[in-house]
């Protein structure tokens, strides 16, 4: 069974969705916005499961999927990617989400623990981690350190890394994650808006948001906003819902 997501574009926009797949390396077909059971981008109703991606505003748009390329690791030519998806141990004390940066892979995979995850953007080999603080590695640049990631009680825990990349006033549906997501923009900027916060986030800063946080997000600013996002969720629950129990102020706009 294929799990989907929903999200509508403006005409001749782009947009990238995230979702998981059973079928690793499948790219779902598109489909109309007239789809019930619709694919989605940070919104999103699923067959037997949910996902995050970027939607955005217009309604009656067409619908498009997005690819888990997370066994072969890469970003290929899909503008939304999950390309890592790895078991977390049940830690011991505070776990963080590190970014950094290499020359090269070669420098990049001898640095690499089991819950690190490679991917060449930008000219760079980025090798992103969750795990304990660890200390800088000769040779890379440390982009960020992000945490600690609060982590709800869970018997099991699985990290997702994504890429994603959207225009300007691409926005997400109201949704929870099951555990903690944190995003490390590239490029662009975005709004993120919960019951008690509104967080703005330009290039090259981060943010989080606790699992079961209600949380409404829209990119903002003038270029494309691409950011790197990983969730560490419970493995016993869907990393995503969408919910109708609370509704944005308005503080993102969109």
Same mark, same amino acid.
Request: with cysteine; charged share 15%.
């Given at each position: @069974? ?28 598109? %489909? ?52 890592? %998806? ?34 060449? @953007? ?19 640049? %440390? ?15 699985? @990290? ?38 509104? %967080? ?55």
């Amino acid at each position: @069974m294929l799990n989907a997501i929903r999200c509508s574009l403006p005409a001749r926009a782009t947009l990238n969705c995230i979702h998981p797949v059973e079928h690793r390396e499948a790219l779902v077909r598109r %489909r109309s916005a007239w789809a019930v059971a619709a694919i989605a981008a940070l919104t999103g109703d699923v067959v037997g499961g949910v996902a995050a991606a970027q939607a955005s505003g217009a309604s009656n748009s067409p619908t498009i999927a997005c690819a888990d390329s997370s066994v072969s690791g890469t970003i290929g030519a899909t503008a939304c990617t999950i390309f890592a %998806r790895r078991p977390i141990p049940t830690p011991d004390g505070p776990l963080v989400w590190t970014l950094d940066a290499f020359p090269t892979r070669a420098a990049a995979v001898r640095a690499q623990v089991p819950t690190s995850a490679i991917v060449e @953007m930008d000219g760079k080999a980025w090798l992103l981690t969750v795990g304990p603080r660890r200390p800088p590695t000769p040779g890379a640049q %440390r982009v960020a350190d992000i945490g600690p990631l609060p982590l709800p009680k869970a018997s099991g825990y699985e @990290m997702i890394l994504a890429y994603v990349a959207v225009p300007p006033g691409s926005r997400s549906a109201v949704h929870v994650q099951s555990g903690p997501e944190a995003w490390y923009v590239l490029a662009g900027s975005q709004c993120v808006e919960t019951p008690s916060t509104v %967080r703005h986030i330009d290039q090259g800063q981060s943010g989080i948001v606790p699992a079961d946080t209600p949380l409404y997000l829209v990119a903002t600013g003038t270029v494309t906003r691409r950011a790197f996002f990983v969730i560490v969720h419970d493995t016993a629950r869907p990393f995503y819902s969408e919910i109708n129990t609370w509704k944005p102020r308005g503080a993102c706009g969109g």
